[in-house]
């Protein structure tokens, strides 16, 4: 079946240093990329997402890049600060029978030093 | 503006009880998901609704599981009986409508089974 992979599980980043979370997906029909920040306790918030006509967003000092090519999409943080600490995921989104069916990857567990 | 609620926020029950959540979605939102997110893990997407019509269950186990969404607005989730490796954090989740957009997250339940 559809998966998305996620790498790494564990991201430790100075904070100012950046930080960059890498996922690939399986189907090719997938044409929506969210990026999903959940911190304890809460549920996921969308923090970007990428659709598939584009091959890169930035907002602020958050930045995302789609390869639809090699089925790679990454985010990038930079300058980062201790409250950017928190669990992230990506997601693929693609059509199916009865509508939309997202996929998350695992998660990527990311510290920021202060 | 609100955003979705869910009750309770915690449940600890033993193996072979019923329990059941509940989930109130944004206003206007036509579309709602039931996700289950086992720890360590991404969200998986257990049932989606559109209105009150059931869009994908394929991965809901429904010998013990069942969901419904009675007049297209809030939803319930029961397990019966439940199981040891029923324990995760049940996430509902809604959106304007289905395909590309944003999801927007309650802050879950996390379920106990002992």
């Known amino acids: 079946g559809e998966n998305v992979e996620q790498h790494p599980s564990t991201l430790s980043v100075q904070e100012g240093d950046s930080a960059v979370i890498k996922c690939t997906y399986s189907?090719?029909?997938?044409?929506?990329f969210p990026w999903y920040k959940q911190e304890l306790g809460k549920g996921p918030q969308l923090i970007i997402d990428?659709?598939?006509?584009?091959g890169e967003k930035k907002d602020q000092r958050i930045a995302v890049t789609l390869n639809k090519t090699a089925k790679h999409f990454s985010l990038h943080i930079t300058e980062t600060q201790p409250e950017d600490s928190a669990v992230y995921f990506c997601?693929?989104?693609?059509?199916?029978?009865?509508?939309?069916?997202?996929?998350f990857g695992a998660g990527t567990r990311l510290f920021v030093k202060a | 503006e609100a955003g979705v609620a869910q009750s309770p926020r915690y449940k600890i029950i033993e193996k072979r009880q019923s329990v059941a959540f509940w989930c109130n979605p944004i206003?206007?939102?036509?579309?709602l998901y039931w996700y289950q997110q086992i720890l360590g893990q991404g969200p998986k997407l257990l049932i989606q609704?559109?209105?009150?019509?059931?869009?994908?269950d394929s991965q809901l186990p429904k010998d013990r599981f069942s969901a419904e969404r009675l007049k297209g607005v809030d939803s319930t989730l029961k397990i019966q009986p439940a199981k040891l490796e029923d324990s995760a954090v049940y996430l509902c989740?809604?959106?304007?409508?289905?395909?590309?957009?944003?999801?927007?997250f309650g802050p879950g339940t996390r379920l106990t089974v002992l």
């Open positions: 989740a809604s959106s304007l409508r289905t395909g590309d957009n944003e999801q927007f």
């Open positions: 189907d090719s029909a997938s044409n929506y």
């Open positions: 990428i659709r598939s006509n584009v």
């Open positions: 997601a693929a989104s693609s059509a199916n029978t009865g509508g939309f069916k997202t996929i």
């Open positions: 206003s206007g939102h036509a579309t």
């Open positions: 609704f559109q209105n009150n019509g059931v869009v994908d």
